[in-house]
């Protein structure tokens, strides 16, 4: 016993504070090794080389854009308002990395084994808007506003269709634990059952991190830089890392709820929750080489029209067998 | 539990009085936001997972990011903060604090003398009694107030059509993607 702990208490303090170190440095390192593994398959995909001079096939490129950006003036126009202006790229990073404390990468390595897991996960994701509004709020230009207040449209719309089709895989899995989801689909992914909400969460979680096709607030041909206009240096470095980031939380996401998480024969749990996860980092990579930018309304009408009657379809008909069955 | 439960209070009594006192009116949002989610963690610390993250998702999440957006347009500048700061005159704090102080009298008697003749019982709710609960008992008061936001929802939409711009866009364009003409205002 020290200081009233016991010595059992201690063991998991240290323990999770292992845990804690190893996902955030884990998923910031994936979030950069993410920059050259784009460029290089965009590169392939658009039949052009892509960054290959620094390091071994270009390997290296993000080490020497690192130094570079570190090395910038840190600046902030005058017209801005200062304290919001730092605060906004610091929101999204904490956001994102906060979520990832949810997320079973194997049956023991969970850093918070929340009851609430999946509302965790919305409620991170809800809070996130507002390091884009304030930064296009703050930077006091209007292509920065313009840019922030598609965003908030564009987040608040789609994180209803995120929620409701998540709504499936908890009715099947009876419980908001991402764990015990995970332990629900040993029979069969939940990709198969619910599909749907499958395609309704890809859909969603690209939007909800504003990545290409849906990068409406930072298309750089109406907006020049839209929410991130008048950020430079670093507090640009967050953005655009953030966004990374969020690649990387939405792809395990999508493994943990739809594709059955650490589960796979032969290999160990960890390598499995890798490679699904890395398939579909790969993946958001190609829809940006595939597609194109719709228009604003295009994007509002299809996910109201679209996307949330089918979710709600879903919920209802998932909920009938659920009840049926039981 | 309990240490958190502090902290999380001062915050959140803290933030609340920025909120109020604060004359830049997007930095009273970003302080209400802080005491929203210090309240959250508040839940957290009671054991109310639930509520804790409903909190957020729902208050913090939502809501309060349409005030943001409705602030973010009204074109604020240092000519607002001023008048704010005049608004924020010392006299007027007279009234509020007179009735806040009322309710600090009523609660540290209800803390204290009325401890003894027992508190509001009850034990925290799961997510399958909030459900059940919304949808066996009350389910006549659930669909009322669906009742209640689909009519809203209709008269928002009645009221923010403008009809004429839409006949103008018609006839510059043809019939094709009336939806655009929505965009346009």
New interface residues.
């Given amino acids: 016993m020290i200081f009233g702990i016991s010595e059992h208490e201690i063991l998991s303090i240290v323990v999770t504070a292992i845990l804690t170190i190893v996902t955030l440095m884990g998923s910031v390192i994936m979030a950069a090794l993410m920059i050259p593994i784009e460029r290089r398959l965009l590169g392939l995909w658009q039949d052009r080389y892509g960054p290959n001079r620094v390091g071994p096939f270009g390997s290296l490129q993000v080490v020497a854009d690192m130094i570079k950006i570190f090395f910038k003036e840190d600046w902030i126009p005058p017209f801005a ?1 200062k ?2 202006f730092v ?1 906004a790229p610091a929101i999204i990073m904490f956001t994102t990395l906060m979520a990832f404390a949810v997320i079973p990468f194997t049956e023991s390595w969970t850093i918070a084994n ?3 897991g999946i ?2 996960l ?2 991170m994701s ?2 996130g ?2 390091s884009v ?2 930064a ?3 930077s006091d230009n209007k292509y920065a ?1 313009l840019g ?2 598609r965003t ?2 564009q987040m ?1 719309s789609y ?1 209803v269709f995120m929620g409701l089709s998540l709504l499936g895989v908890v009715l099947l899995a009876g419980s ?1 634990n991402l764990g015990d989801i995970v332990e629900s689909q040993r029979g069969m992914w939940n990709v198969i059952p619910q599909f749907p909400a499958f395609v309704i969460f890809f859909i969603a979680g690209c939007a909800e991190i504003h990545r290409a096709p849906f990068d409406l607030p930072e298309a750089e041909q109406e907006l020049t830089a839209g929410y991130h206009t008048e950020y430079s240096g670093m507090k640009f470095g967050m953005f655009f890392v953030g966004e990374y980031l969020g690649i990387v939380l939405i792809s395990c996401l999508v493994t943990t709820l739809f594709f059955g998480g650490w589960l796979g024969p032969w290999l160990p749990g960890f390598v499995w929750f890798f490679l699904k996860a890395f398939f579909f980092m790969c993946f958001f990579i190609l829809l940006r080489a595939a597609t194109v930018r719709p228009r ?2 295009q994007l509002m ?1 299809f996910g109201w029209k679209v996307l949330l009657p089918i979710a709600l379809l879903n919920v209802a008909i998932t909920g009938a067998i659920v009840v049926a069955q039981s | 539990m309990e240490t958190t439960f502090f902290i999380a209070g001062i915050v959140a009594l803290a933030a609340t009085l920025r909120t109020i006192t604060c004359a830049n009116p997007v930095h009273a949002l970003l302080y209400l936001i802080t005491s929203l989610l210090a309240v959250a963690i508040d839940f957290y610390a009671l054991g109310a997972a639930f509520a804790a993250t409903l909190e957020v998702v729902v208050y913090a999440g939502a809501v309060m990011v349409l005030f943001v957006f409705v602030v973010m347009m009204l074109n604020l500048n240092q000519e607002t903060v001023t008048r704010e700061r005049h608004w924020l005159r010392p006299k007027l704090w007279v009234g509020p604090s007179v009735f806040a102080a009322i309710l600090l009298i009523a609660m540290v008697w209800s803390m204290t003398v009325g401890g003894a003749i027992g508190g509001i019982e009850g034990t925290p709710l799961s997510a399958n009694a909030v459900g059940m609960a919304l949808f066996g008992p009350y389910v006549l008061v659930v669909e009322l107030a669906a009742f209640l936001l689909l009519a809203a929802l209709v008269v928002a939409i009645h009221i923010g059509r403008d009809e004429r711009n839409e006949a103008r866009w018609k006839a510059e364009h043809g019939e094709r993607e009336t939806t655009q003409a929505g965009e346009q205002q």
């Fill in positions: 308002d304290a919001v605060i929340l009851n609430v509302l965790f919305l409620a809800s809070l808007v507002y509004i304030f296009g709020w703050s506003l922030s207040m908030a449209a608040i994180e908001f604003y309304d009408a």
